[in-house]
């Protein structure tokens, strides 16, 4: 089995793993680098469990392969608070009840962040076209929509996502 050596920033820490040729982001993520917050879905690309941010813009880690983000920078949602408190996204779905389960959460708010990035006030039909690479199961969407709503108006992305987006994380 063919092994490499990688150099990844995550969450603004430096790592230097042996990894196998093969590894996904999102196994590397969970299990190389201990943040289970990135959950593994479907492993097809479908759920959108796994977002994350890698080198500014979402990606679906479980169709990334771990020596293609060698050299990079990967944002999970662990990577989110700021100063020890929520993301404006992360308090957007908490104060909008934008979740049941759970499951789907971590790669949905990543998903809002990243459209947030993107568009600094989207209409519900942009959030519902931006965060469309992730189900949900229980919600429906509309609080789903309601909290990114609702994060776009009390401080966007936030801070640590900002920084992320510009290469200084």
């Given amino acids: 089995m063919s092994h490499h050596k ?7 820490t430096a790592g230097e793993d042996e990894i196998e040729s ?3 982001l999102v196994h590397y993520l969970r299990e190389t680098r201990g943040l289970t917050g990135t959950h593994v879905g479907c492993d097809t690309s479908n759920c959108g469990a796994c977002t994350v941010m890698l080198d500014g813009k979402t990606v679906k880690s479980c169709t990334v392969l771990t020596v293609a983000a060698d050299g990079g920078d990967v944002l999970t949602v662990e990577g989110l608070d700021e100063q020890g408190e929520m993301s404006p996204v992360q308090k957007g779905f908490q104060a909008c009840h934008g979740l049941q389960c759970g499951y789907c959460t971590p790669g949905m708010v990543m998903a809002a962040t990243g459209l947030l ?7 519900d039909a942009a959030i ?5 690479g992730n189900l949900c199961r229980c919600t429906g969407y509309d609080m789903i929509v309601d909290s990114v ?17 510009n290469g200084r994380n």
């Fill in 117 to 123: 990035l993107e568009q600094e006030n989207p209409d």
């Fill in 22 to 24: 093969r590894q996904l």
């Fill in 6 to 12: 990688v150099r990844i920033s995550v969450n603004g």
């Fill in 149 to 165: 709503r609702w994060a776009a108006e009390h401080g966007g992305p936030g801070t640590a996502a900002r920084a992320h987006a």
């Fill in 128 to 132: 519902r076209e931006g965060i469309e």
